[in-house]
């Protein structure tokens, strides 16, 4: 649809747009994040993937929780900034190369996505309380804190290790 075809007409409305932007951004990664564990050659940066596609899961069910808090079915509105940022994994992933700049170009583009999430998590937990959902803000809180958890840990395997053998 695109946001050309709303018409906002509250900040509720607004509210509604974004879960959608962000439930069909987090179903892209549950497909994305399985191929890159998989393209991933150090065991680190593989379970690290691993699991943050079963935490996507959760984020997810966690989006329909608060869809239902305003008694709203959860549906998808197609997220074209992430279908990009998946693209560019997706690159990534069938790049020839060197194994450890390969996994490091995939860090990078997995803290894209984190990044893109951690920007759409912050607007709709705020959102939430400005409309007097501290609930479901509460709700969204957790989300965005395990998504920062997830760059920071992406930062701290890249640093450690990955980023050093790239350099190689």
């Known amino acids: ?19 959608k932007d962000l439930y ?4 892209q990664l549950t497909e994305a994040l399985p191929l890159m564990a998989q393209a991933a050659t150090d065991p680190q940066l593989r379970q690290a993937f ?3 596609f079963r935490q996507t899961q959760t984020h997810i069910a966690r989006l329909e929780q608060v869809f239902r808090g ?3 079915e959860p549906e998808r509105e197609a997220c074209p900034a992430m279908k990009g940022i998946v693209k560019e994994g997706n690159d ?7 194994c450890s700049v390969r996994d ?4 990078a583009a997995a803290q894209r996505a984190e ?6 998590y912050g607007t709709v937990r705020t959102f939430a309380r400005q409309l007097g959902r501290g609930d ?31 350099q190689a």
């Open 50 to 52: 691993e699991d943050h």
């Open 24 to 27: 069909d951004a987090e179903q």
């Open 115 to 120: 990044h893109y999430e951690i920007a759409g």
């Open 104 to 107: 490091a170009g995939l860090i």
């Open 136 to 166: 479901l803000a509460s709700v969204l809180q957790m989300t965005l804190d395990e998504e920062g958890d997830t760059d920071k840990k992406l930062t701290a395997i890249a640093e450690s290790s990955i980023n050093q053998m790239a």
């Open 92 to 98: 990534m992933i069938s790049a020839k190369g060197d």
């Open 1 to 19: 649809m695109g946001l050309m075809s709303y018409q906002f007409n509250d900040l509720k409305d607004l509210f509604i747009c974004e879960l």
């Open 70 to 72: 305003i008694n709203c």
